[in-house]
């Protein structure tokens, strides 16, 4: 075992240290006198003379070496991807994680914001501005910078931020990642997910090969020292898997692995369940896992590698895989070491805090992230007066959703179907990569058949980007794009989907 000692007299700055291992009882002997003999060498005052000084003997273990800053800055970017009452958690997340970061003495002008900000003052929201992120939580929502809201939130403007290319921004703060190469980057996403993709509230979609493309840009300009990366989505492993390098001094994880969903949390109806006047889920699984981790321990002692398996079994639910996710890493993984404060900063009311406490382990009711939009829709209409015109109308989108649910998987179907034939089409469709392979080969014709599909058959939606791995699986079997959209004709053709029409709702590619 080694053992670090420090000893030392602020006032005259005069220190002796020491790292030395220690097996058995006579060296621990050895150690003792060896203390002995370094308080000596210090002044006589620092030893209890006429003028006494405060001397602070300090014994650390090497977890506990302080690791130097350099006076480098840290930086953030938050991304709620998704709008709209029902998606709430996704936005109270990434305003959670502000709030951590902003106790940990992150500026505000290191931190850059996207979410629609359409929640706080929705008419469905019980409490008007505020937004909170569990159950008995404060809000969360005051003070956070509204850097891109509305129709700013796009991948593109994302790409801008993070590469620090203020010409490129589409309106927004004008705010950017301007880093240095000493710096360390924290990004963290929240949103619905798909194979390769993550969602945006405005088209088309962040495609992993663009995602990898940018980060590779990024460390090419040698602009940061290193960076961290959380990302809450289903499949949100895809977006990785097989194309993310680990020479980029990068470390990500993901909610889930390349082929599962993630989970919402905090919903109506579960335990612990949101107060009885919310009628959405208030957290995500991964998301609260890393967060409330966060703010239970102190970041000057606790590693992102405590962090990861701390988060990774509490987002399996504790090994209950069918509520629960199997939480991914990806590209460098050499700096785990390295302690979270350097990213997230520190709070000092965390200072007495343990580095990584091992909480009680209690299950979380959870439900998958695609259908925590139906829970919200069925909490609404509960809600509203029986035999009213207003709940009978509501009753009607609900099932309108549903359809477009059933009319987009049998869609697909049949087009593996003209394809591949009965016998191949759903095992080509559904066949999943081993680790270490892309989703896709070309992502070109991925964003292609995308764009095939919905010109024909109407907008994937959130739901629907579950898809996308049968439409990478027939871009990797070779099939033309012409063949593909006949297919997509035979499929959908001549059926009415003008609510569903990406002319109206923006290209998913």
Known sequence: MLLYIKISNP???HCVNFTMGFPGFPFRLIFLVLLVAAAATLPSEARGGRRRYPWDPIIRWPSDHPQKEEGDTRWAVLVAGSNGFGNYRHQADVCHA??????????????????????AMNDLNPRKGVLIN?????DVYAGVPKDYTGEQVTAENFYAVLL????????????????????????????????GVLGMP???????????????????????????IYIEACESGSVFEGLMPDNLNIYVTTASNAEESSWGTYCPGMDPPPPPEYITCLGDLYSVAWMED???HNLKRETIEQQYNQVKERTSNYNTYNAGSHVMEYGNTSFKWEKLYLYQGFDPATENLPPNRIEVKERMDVVN???????????????MEDGTKAKAEFLKVITETMLHREHLDGSVDIIGLALFGPDKGPCILKSVRSRGLPLADDWDCLKSTVRLFEAHCGSLTQYGMKHMRAFANICNSGVPLSRIEEACMAACGGRDFAKWSP???????
């Open 369 to 383: 992230q695609r259908d925590a939009d139906v829970l919200f829709l069925w909490e609404r209409y509960k809600k």
């Open 503 to 509: 002319v109206n709702r923006g290209y998913s590619a």
């Open 134 to 138: 569990h159950p008995n939580g404060e």
């Open 98 to 119: 502000y709030q951590i970061l902003k106790k940990g003495g992150v500026k505000d002008e290191n931190i850059v914001v996207f979410m629609y900000d359409d929640i």
């Open 11 to 13: 006032n005259t700055h």
């Open 294 to 296: 966060s703010e239970t």
């Open 202 to 228: 405005n088209m088309p979609y962040l495609y992993g090969k663009d995602f990898i493309e940018v980060l590779k840009k990024k460390h090419t300009s040698g602009t940061y020292k290193e960076m961290v």
């Open 164 to 195: 620090g290319d203020k010409s490129a921004l589409k309106g927004g703060s004008g705010k950017v990642v301007d880093s240095k190469p000493g710096d360390r980057i924290f990004i963290y996403y929240s949103d619905h997910g798909g194979p």
